[in-house]
């Protein structure tokens, strides 16, 4: 794929939505070498297996996380000592990409909320800010090219979501360490919304009283919104949102697909933090 998230090729190729219903729900987690060798991380080019080709000399150690902004208690975290405060806990997640296809994963990592908590928001604090790490000497897709992603990836969320203790920094995957590939050795997940919101490799988390910018917005704003919450009502502007292609399953000549849910099936715990808002606008 030469440019932007565009929907896989597979997805034009089996016929899309009209086989939904032929194809049972997965949830069971997707293999490991799937989790683990379709990726989307562009710093390492915009392939899905260049990821794991291409991220060989990344060096996720040693690694900091700088928390700052509107805090009570600025701080420059070193990795180990965010695991040793905040722990591990393994949560499997239903993951859903803006190009339609999903899996479902083992993380391991703790609650955003946890570690927002330690650094005390301050009054008028409304949004938390996320800006990847820019190393172009390790990573080749931050090596010119004509590709319109600008580095650092930035991404943001209101601070309701960022404190809803669906939201994880994940350190690990499947009980092991994050590989490079999938955003070593600190990234977020928010189970509700499409994978774009998951900035991997995480260097620096910053309170605002502004919505931050985020990288595929600044890119193409008419179809990357900033709130990016699974909907299978509102389609992206090149193709449909009402069903995903299950990665993982099915074979080379049909792919497996099952119907997107509302919030990627989190509207019980999530869909209040969304009330009186028009979700076709907010997209
Ligand atoms: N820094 C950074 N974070 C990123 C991306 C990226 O290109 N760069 N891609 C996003 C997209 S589009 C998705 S779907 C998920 C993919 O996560 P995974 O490869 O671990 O499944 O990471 C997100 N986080
Ligand atoms: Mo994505």
Not at 34 to 58: I, M, Q, R, W
Not at 61 to 72: A, E
Not at 155 to 174: C, I, K, N, Q, S
Not at 247 to 265: D, H, M, V, Y
Request: with cysteine; aromatic share 12%; net charge neutral.
């Amino acid at each position: 794929m030469a440019a932007g998230l565009g929907a896989s090729s597979a997805f034009a190729a089996d016929g899309g939505p009209d086989n939904v219903a032929a194809w049972p729900a997965a949830e069971k987690p997707t293999p490991l070498n799937d989790v683990t060798h379709y990726n989307n991380f562009y710093e390492f080019g915009t392939d899905k297996s260049d990821p794991a080709e291409l991220s060989g000399s990344f060096k996720p150690t040693p690694w900091s996380v700088q928390v700052d902004g509107m805090v009570d208690k600025p701080k420059q975290w070193d990795l180990a000592d965010l695991q040793k405060q905040f722990g591990q806990e393994e949560r499997l997640y239903r993951m859903r990409c803006v190009e339609a296809w999903s899996m479902v994963i083992p993380w391991n990592g703790f609650s955003l909320a946890a570690l927002l908590k330690a650094a005390g928001p301050k009054v008028g604090a409304r949004y938390v800010a996320f800006t990847s790490v820019v190393r172009p000497s390790e990573m080749p897709g931050q090596r010119g090219g004509l590709f319109a992603l600008k580095w650092p990836y930035v991404e943001g969320l209101r601070l309701d979501e960022a404190m809803h203790p669906l939201t994880l920094l994940a350190t690990g995957v499947y009980g092991q360490a994050l590989p490079a590939q999938n955003g070593a050795p600190i990234r977020l997940v928010v189970p509700w919304k499409y994978g774009f919101k998951g900035i991997k490799s995480i260097t620096r988390i910053t309170l605002t009283d502004q919505q931050p910018p985020t990288s595929w917005n600044l890119m193409a704003p008419e179809e990357y919104g900033f709130y990016a919450n699974v909907n299978p009502a509102v389609d992206h502007p090149r193709w449909s949102q009402a069903s995903e292609q299950i990665i993982g399953e099915g074979s080379l000549f049909r792919s497996a697909r099952k119907p997107t849910q509302l919030f990627n099936g989190y509207a019980e715990q999530v869909a209040h933090l969304y009330q009186g808002m028009d979700l076709r606008k907010d997209f």
